[in-house]
């Protein structure tokens, strides 16, 4: 069964640092990839995604990721992270045409300080 | 992107009741739901996929007996927790899937179950 992994459980920034979280997969096939956000008390929400092209993806609210399939991993970035972004981080995957169940990663709590 | 509800968004029940959660999705004909678990600091869970107008498939380990899905229509889905006990207490989220983006789900906000 495919699995996915966040190394990062927790993670504490100050303002304006910069930010990777790692995401890896295990599965040999053709995957779709996601991160999802979920902030204090809301649900999660859509960040980026990848099916196929360029496997540098840029999302919403300055994120990107880079896959890269030799290495099984699908690591979320941001420059300059603000205040704002704390909140917890969840990789996804997806098997091509096996229909669209998810396999979450276990999250990364992201706090930012002031 | 489309949007998904979920009724109610929190509940408190004694134990030995049964529990109904509603996810709707609310612009778009979701063809799949899914229903998921998620336990304090700790990532979702996928509980069990339903299939409009089929039976749900349910997760290793999961009580299908114990936790009811229904997908009556392309826009609402069900879950019922029978005879809750504090063990079930958790969050529970549903996804829709099968809407404007190939793959994707969309996810409503989830529903808080104490059972006391």
């Known amino acids: 069964a495919q699995s996915v992994s966040q190394h990062n459980h927790h993670v504490i920034l100050s303002e304006a640092a910069s930010l990777e979280l790692g995401c890896n997969y295990s599965?040999?096939?053709?995957?779709?990839l996601f991160w999802y956000v979920q902030y204090p008390g809301q649900h999660l929400q859509l960040l980026l995604k990848?099916?196929?092209?360029?496997?540098l993806v840029k999302g919403i609210k300055g994120f990107e990721a880079e896959f890269i399939k030799s290495k099984f991993s699908f690591n979320l970035r941001k420059p300059s992270v603000q205040w704002s972004d704390t909140a917890e981080y969840f990789c996804?995957?997806?098997?091509?045409?096996?229909?669209?169940?998810?396999?979450f990663g276990g999250g990364t709590r992201l706090m930012v300080k002031p | 992107g489309a949007v998904v509800s979920q009724h109610p968004s929190r509940v408190i029940c004694k134990s030995g009741t049964s529990v109904k959660i509603e996810c709707r999705s609310l612009?778009?004909?979701?063809?799949?739901m899914f229903w998921y678990r998620q336990f304090p600091k700790q990532s979702l869970m996928l509980m069990a996929t339903?299939?409009?107008?089929?039976?749900?498939?349910?997760e290793q380990g999961v009580e299908k007996d114990k936790f009811l899905i229904n997908h009556a229509s392309l826009t609402l889905s069900t879950l019922t927790v029978t005879s809750a006990h504090p063990e079930d207490s958790s969050f529970y989220i549903c996804?829709?899937?099968?809407?404007?983006?190939?793959?994707?789900?969309?996810f409503g906000p989830g529903t808080r179950l104490t059972v006391l």
């Open positions: 996804s829709a899937g099968g809407g404007t983006g190939f793959n994707e789900q969309f």
């Open positions: 599965y040999g096939g053709t995957v779709n």
């Open positions: 990848y099916f196929s092209g360029d496997p």
């Open positions: 996804a995957v997806n098997i091509l045409n096996a229909g669209n169940m998810l396999t």
């Open positions: 612009d778009f004909q979701a063809t799949t």
């Open positions: 339903s299939n409009e107008g089929s039976k749900a498939t349910y």
